[in-house]
């Protein structure tokens, strides 16, 4: 088995954090539910007079599951996505002030470097590209998806979608790898540290539209890439384009739904032709397909090759 081991993990050896690792998970659990309350406060704000005004129209006021479809289709909606997506910037900084301050961890230990960040950050954009656009066109080349450009294409929101994504990806990352990652990598095996973050990371979609079996072990595949690519390169700016730019792609690229989050406003249209939600996703997007199976298969294979040529990622602060 390829060895796992860089600065990051080295550095927050230094935390305080507990040798235990289910006090680790518990703890986590709890930052987790912390930094969703802090992201959702804005857009529940926001979004609850439309839900309570579809409810009394609709007539279904008291009837739970009913509300929760009214509550998602209103969710669904560009401005409330768009809010959802900046309010992220609120998780990634509880997971920054929780490592910082109680598990007393210099910010390097979550992968917050200067050095080459930019040149990272680019290469991450690339990566991440190259992996949606290999997906999309091999789907395409099956005849699974048809593609064709959109008439009247908003250019305004979907750069303001690229700024939110741009913010997800990076929350998300600061979260699940930065922070849960590193954490368990300092006091574990670093591949029980990959794989639990990765998990963690796909259960974190559980309630998603269509999510299912495939979806849970395509989305920890991303996780396992994710956290050998940042182990690779030993910082956090990659992976954050990488995730940044995977969604926005999917989703104002190629018009294709983010994790079940439904189609917004893209330059491209992608049209599922099989009636094979093995083969297009179903109501989760591409990400369940068994065609982004293969493409994270090979890109963890890359980079475990990579892990594997340099003996450990080793980068300056």
Known sequence: ????????????????????????????????????????????????????????????????????????????????????????????????????????????????????????????????????????????????????????????????FAAGFFIQGMSEEFIFRGYLMNTLASRHNPWIAVLISSAAFSLAHLVNPGFNLLVFFNLSLFGVFAGLYMIAFDDIWGVCAIHSIWNFSQGNLFGISVSGTGETESVLSVTAVSSSKLLTGGDFGIEGSIVTTAVLLTGIIIVLVKIKKQGCATSEK
């Open 1 to 160: 088995m390829v060895k796992l081991k860089c600065k990051m993990f080295e550095e927050s050896k230094k935390s305080t954090s507990s040798e235990n690792i289910f006090i680790n998970l518990i703890v986590f659990v709890f930052i987790f539910a912390i930094c969703l309350a802090a992201e959702s406060v804005v857009p529940t704000i926001m979004a609850s007079p439309e839900i309570s005004r579809r409810a009394m129209e609709e007539g279904v006021v008291g009837d739970f599951k009913k509300m929760m479809e009214i509550s998602t289709e209103v969710s669904m909606q560009s401005k409330y996505l768009l809010c959802s997506l900046f309010c992220t910037i609120l998780g990634s900084l509880t997971a920054v002030i929780y490592c910082r301050f109680v598990e007393a961890r210099h910010l390097s230990s979550m992968g917050v470097r200067k050095k080459k960040a930019g040149i990272h950050y680019v290469q991450g954009l690339a990566v991440g590209l190259l992996m949606m656009t290999a997906a999309v066109l091999i789907s395409a080349a099956f005849g699974i998806n048809s593609i064709k450009l959109c008439g009247n294409i908003n250019f305004g929101i979907i750069v303001l």
